[in-house]
């Protein structure tokens, strides 16, 4: 079975600009989460979505947004990029909504805001 | 408030043992998951507890004590690999996609 796949690996913008991140989620797994790490701390929670709906948001604010397609890959869009938008962005896939799941995550995406 | 302490970072000897320990407040406590993550690459499963005591998987164990609000991972045999950060995680009932991380142990293996 595939894991998990984003894209891209890197990428550099200013600010102001807006970004859209790819996760294509494991074989299997219907619900995706996004996180965000920045450098030397743990990932912080943004949403999951599960069959196609938001189920679920972190202390984000709403120029975080995404999607779920029915072969329930994902994008993350941000827009009006802010400095402090730089950081690791991971993708993890998960079976369903039990608590008990395992997160497989991506390598995630690298953001740098300028 | 939602929070989770763990030691910053810990040194150790190959072929040793060390127990990195994870203090929580949360609430709709569900279970409390380990994950491992190599500088800066995708974080992996290591262990998931949901009932109070040891789960045991090779060479790693996590214990979790929900009275407490108290978990820790055991990692013996220690090998150089297994250098990298530990992150403890809160999964939330009912939000399977939401983990509320630990800000990361980073454990130093040395020969």
Same mark, same amino acid.
């Given at each position: 079975?595939?894991?998990?796949?984003?894209?891209?690996?890197?990428?550099?913008?200013?600010?102001?600009?807006?970004?859209?991140?790819?996760?294509?989620?494991?074989?299997?797994?219907?619900?995706?989460s996004?996180?965000?790490?920045? &450098?030397?701390? $743990?990932?912080?929670?943004?949403f999951q979505y599960?069959?196609?709906?938001?189920n679920g948001? $972190? #202390?984000?604010?709403?120029?975080?947004?995404?999607?779920?397609?029915? #072969?329930?890959?994902?994008?993350? #869009?941000? #827009?009006?990029?802010?400095?402090?938008?730089?950081? &690791?962005?991971?993708?993890?896939?998960?079976?369903?909504?039990? $608590?008990?799941?395992? &997160?497989?995550?991506?390598? $995630?995406?690298? &953001?740098?805001?300028? | 408030?939602?929070? %989770?302490?763990?030691?910053?970072?810990?040194?150790? =000897?190959?072929?040793?043992? =060390?127990?990195?320990?994870?203090?929580?407040?949360?609430?709709? @406590?569900?279970?409390?998951?380990?994950?491992?993550?190599?500088?800066?690459?995708?974080?992996?499963? !290591?262990?998931?507890?949901?009932? /109070?005591? !040891?789960?045991?998987?090779?060479?790693?164990?996590? @214990? %979790?004590?929900?009275?407490?609000?108290?978990?820790?991972?055991? %990692?013996?045999? !220690?090998?150089?690999? /297994?250098?990298?950060?530990? @992150?403890?995680?809160?999964?939330?009932?009912?939000?399977?996609g939401? %983990?509320?991380?630990?800000?990361?142990?980073?454990?130093? =293996?040395?020969?």
């Amino acid at each position: 079975e595939t894991g998990v796949t984003q894209s891209p690996t890197h990428l550099i913008k200013t600010r102001g600009q807006q970004v859209t991140l790819r996760c294509s989620s494991q074989s299997g797994h219907n619900t995706v989460s996004w996180y965000q790490q920045a &450098l030397g701390q $743990g990932p912080q929670f943004i949403f999951q979505y599960y069959r196609e709906e938001e189920n679920g948001r $972190g #202390n984000f604010p709403p120029r975080f947004s995404g999607l779920q397609f029915p #072969n329930y890959s994902s994008e993350l #869009n941000v #827009n009006a990029l802010e400095l402090d938008d730089s950081a &690791l962005y991971l993708c993890a896939s998960s079976r369903d909504l039990s $608590g008990a799941n395992v &997160l497989t995550f991506g390598a $995630g995406s690298r &953001l740098t805001v300028l | 408030g939602q929070s %989770l302490e763990q030691p910053s970072e810990v040194t150790a =000897v190959e072929g040793a043992i =060390v127990q990195i320990n994870c203090t929580y407040q949360t609430s709709g @406590f569900y279970g409390l998951s380990w994950y491992q993550q190599h500088d800066g690459g995708a974080p992996t499963f !290591l262990s998931y507890n949901g009932l /109070d005591g !040891l789960e045991e998987t090779g060479r790693f164990s996590s @214990f %979790l004590s929900r009275s407490d609000s108290y978990g820790y991972l055991l %990692l013996q045999e !220690l090998q150089m690999k /297994d250098s990298a950060s530990y @992150f403890c995680a809160v999964a939330i009932y009912n939000q399977g996609g939401k %983990l509320i991380f630990g800000q990361g142990t980073e454990l130093s =293996v040395k020969p």
